[in-house]
T-cell receptor, first 113, second 114 residues
């Protein structure tokens, strides 16, 4: 089992460019999440999905879009990157039911110049 | 509103010292879950423990122990005889009302020196 994987691991973008971060999990989890981590801010939820074809906004959704076309994949898109989106992005997944622990990917470090 | 507060931003200790990381939460739910995660310098997030609101028994796992007190809305984490490998950022988290997501505290950075 690879668990939760994220692609790419690092990326540098220029302001205004677009990109998509890919999260994949092989644990057949229903729930998937995208967080961003900034110094002194902890982890903040961007968007999440409770199943294939569903998405919902989290705490800081502005400037991001997501899609969950397949159960195992959760895509995070930045249509027009801004320096404020420089961050480390983490994807996570978990099974449905109780608030079970989330399993995290290794993170993607994104720098927007 | 639900909230998790980790008031200690950074803690520095010397090896073999005991250290307690504080976590205070706010929720109006009667049923809820609390979590601790560890983020070592390598960056990944590692699950440590989950505790539900009906189980106030303290838990011990090796050098780690957790003290859950509903009366003070706290879920504190103690490392006994700390080691350099314990150096990490530790996050406390609470499930949201719908049970669909976690609300994280801002984390406590623990530095253990030899």
């Amino acid at each position: 089992n690879a668990g939760v994987t994220q692609t790419p691991k690092f990326r540098v973008l220029k302001t205004g460019q677009s990109m998509t971060l890919l999260c994949a999990q092989d644990m057949n989890h229903e729930y998937m999440y995208w967080y961003r981590q900034d110094p002194g801010m902890g982890l903040r939820l961007i968007h999440y999905s409770v199943g294939e074809g569903t998405t919902a906004k989290g705490e800081v959704p502005d400037g991001y879009n997501v899609s969950r076309l397949k159960k195992q994949n959760f895509l995070l898109g930045l249509e027009s990157a801004a320096p404020s989106q420089t961050s480390v992005y983490f994807c996570a997944s978990r099974p449905p039911g109780l608030p079970y622990e989330q399993y995290f990917g290794p993170g993607t470090r994104l720098t927007v110049t | 509103a639900q909230k998790v507060t980790q008031a200690q931003t950074e803690i520095s200790v010397v090896e073999k010292e005991d250290v307690t990381l504080d976590c205070v939460y706010e929720t109006r739910d009667t049923t809820y879950y609390l979590f601790w995660y560890k983020q070592p310098p390598s960056g990944e997030l590692v699950f440590l423990i989950r505790r539900n609101s009906f189980d106030e028994q303290n838990e011990i796992s090796g050098r780690y122990s957790w003290n859950f007190q509903k009366s003070t809305s706290s879920f504190n984490f103690t490392i006994t005889a700390s080691q350099v490998v314990d150096s990490a950022v530790y996050f406390c988290a609470l499930n949201n009302q719908a049970g669909t997501a976690l609300i994280f505290g801002k984390g406590t950075t623990l530095s253990v020196s030899s």
